[in-house]
T-cell receptor
Framework: GAVVSQHPSRVICKSGTSVKIECRSL??????MFWYRQFPKKSLMLMAT?????????EQGVEKDKFLINHASLTLSTLTVTSAHPEDSSFYIC?????????FGSGTRLTVV | GESVGLHLPTLSVQEGDNSIINCAYS??????FIWYKQESGKGPQFIID?????DKRQGQRVTVLLNKTVKHLSLQIAATQPGDSAVYFC??????????FGKGTMLLVSP
């Protein structure tokens, strides 16, 4: 149990376009999901906390207009990278909190060219 | 042996050896700790967790030790196998809120 599906696993987009990443909890309801960013050979950095039915809470330094988060249902949170630039290229990972722990998605490799 | 440099600290062991990966956590108020394994290009995978009211917890081939006095966490892997090669992260949590991840250690297991 406690499976989180993240899609797509990798995406290449052109500068200036927007990309949406989906995070779904498949077998449980997640009122809270988290979005992380990870650079090569670095740790996971929390970007924002996504709360179902309310606005996301962003970490300091993360542009909320750049990284739009929507958590419209108890099983789906989306992260949209708007007007993407090459410096947005990274590995993005979502996580969902269940009653007894945290489960992570498989990550999305975003490359902006 | 273990090496620390500009990149992730790396622990290199031989297959069959026991591995010990260390983590210094930052917040003395943290009450829940988790070890994750991350393979290249994948998300973190849960290994074992421990609450602050314990100092040791064992799983299958893995043991986590918690020393709150010095804010130190360790992960012991018995009879390390090539499939254990990955990056290992500790994470700390207060009141079941957000997780804060440590820097990570790369474990390389040679056959």
């Amino acid at each position: 149990g406690a499976v989180v599906s993240q899609h797509p696993s990798r995406v290449i987009c052109k500068s200036g376009t927007s990309v949406k990443i989906e995070c779904r909890s498949l077998d449980f309801q997640a009122t809270t999901m988290f979005w992380y960013r990870q650079f090569p050979k670095k740790s996971l950095m929390l970007m924002a906390t996504s709360n179902e039915g309310s606005k996301a809470t962003y970490e300091q330094g993360v542009e909320k207009d750049k990284f739009l988060i929507n958590h419209a249902s108890l099983t789906l949170s989306t992260l949209t990278v708007t007007s993407a630039h090459p410096e947005d290229s990274s590995f993005y990972i979502c996580s969902a909190r269940k009653s007894y722990g945290y489960t992570f998605g498989s990550g999305t490799r975003l490359t902006v060219v | 042996g273990e090496s620390v440099g500009l990149h992730l600290p790396t622990l290199s062991v031989q297959e069959g050896d026991n591995s010990i990966i260390n983590c210094a956590y930052s917040n003395s108020a943290s009450d829940y700790f988790i070890w994750y394994k991350q393979e290249s290009g994948k998300g973190p995978q849960f290994i074992i967790d421990i609450r602050s009211n314990m100092d040791k917890r064992q799983g299958q081939r893995v043991t986590v030790l918690l020393n709150k006095t010095v804010k130190h966490l360790s992960l012991q892997i018995a009879a390390t196998q090539p499939g254990d090669s990955a990056v290992y992260f500790c994470a700390e949590n207060i009141g079941y809120s957000t997780l804060t991840f440590g820097k990570g250690t790369m474990l390389l297991v040679s056959p």
